[in-house]
């Protein structure tokens, strides 16, 4: 019985493992032969070394020379891309977290509507949103009239603004984390809340001490869906500045890709990254294991 129910559950997860090794794991490995591969001289254009004994790491020099090498020009970037992250994930935070605990304790029969407002963002395509975005921000846009009827003279938000590119980072990624984060406050069992202002907390008392503590995992969560793409995107930052001097590590590594002799340190770059994000999933795992062991 028991080898049956084993045959069973091996064959219910050999579909996903076979979807994941074709969609994941062979592209990855493609990459990795790219990233480790040589370039042919001649046409300026990698060719894959799929034999592990024939890597090169003249790709992976060159990445590092950029990034840490007296004359880098990768470094910044990837500096600028933390700091513009760190921020957009922190006004995330502020922002969302309120929004999500509203709809969770007090939109009584209405949650359902709030709901629905929260997750509309995503039937609209992220270009589609970014492109409002831009017809807003334009010289003559909306924003910049509002400006203007309080007498501030225009503001040029289009042309390598730091924090135009922060905001649209947070406009396009917040509906993840306040999802996340009502489900994880929807979830706390009112009763707590009822103990904490029984044993004389007041409400702020309540929310610092019972509402929070309980909430640290769902931030943890829903910071962790949104840091991720928000490491690599390079799409907000092309359609709302376009500007070297806000480029992130995405767009480096897409200019790369896009030019020939320059896909090896690319694919390095890529895999790079991948290794970044490694860590904040690998202490996702844990914090959720510690607090499951809890």
């Known amino acids: ?158 042309g390598g603004n730091a924090v135009t590119v922060v905001l649209g980072l947070v406009y396009g990624y917040i509906p993840y984390l306040i999802i996340v984060l009502y489900a994880g406050l929807d979830r706390i069992d009112p009763a707590l809340l009822e103990a904490g202002r029984d044993l004389g907390l007041g409400r702020a008392r309540t929310f610092a001490h019972v509402t929070l503590p309980l909430s640290r995992q769902p931030i943890l969560t829903g910071l962790l869906i949104t840091v991720l793409p928000m490491l690599g995107d390079y799409y907000t930052n092309q359609m709302l500045s376009g500007a070297a001097s806000t480029s992130m590590i995405g767009n480096l590594i897409q200019g790369q890709l896009g030019t020939p002799g320059l896909e090896g340190q690319g694919a390095v770059l890529s895999l790079m990254l991948l290794l970044v994000l490694l860590i904040p999933m690998i202490y996702y795992v844990i914090a959720t294991n510690r607090e499951a062991t809890r």
């Open 1 to 158: 019985m028991r080898r049956r129910k084993n045959i069973f559950w091996i064959a219910l997860a050999a579909p996903g493992i076979l979807w994941l090794a074709i969609l994941f794991i062979v592209p990855f490995y493609a990459v990795l032969a790219i990233a480790l591969g040589k370039l042919d001289q001649l046409i300026e254009a990698p060719v894959a070394v799929w034999n592990p004994l024939g890597w090169s790491s003249s790709s992976v020099i060159d990445v590092w020379r950029d990034i840490f090498g007296s004359a880098s020009f990768a470094g910044p970037i990837l500096l600028r891309t933390i700091v513009y992250t760190a921020i957009a994930s922190l006004l995330c935070l502020l922002i969302g977290y309120p929004a999500a605990y509203f709809v969770a304790r007090f939109a009584g029969r209405r949650k359902g509507l709030f709901l629905v407002l929260l997750i509309a963002p995503f039937w609209i395509s992220y270009m589609m949103r970014m492109l409002a975005w831009i017809d807003l921000l334009s010289t003559g846009g909306y924003v910049n009239k509002a400006l203007g009827w309080v007498g501030i003279s225009p503001v040029n938000w289009l």
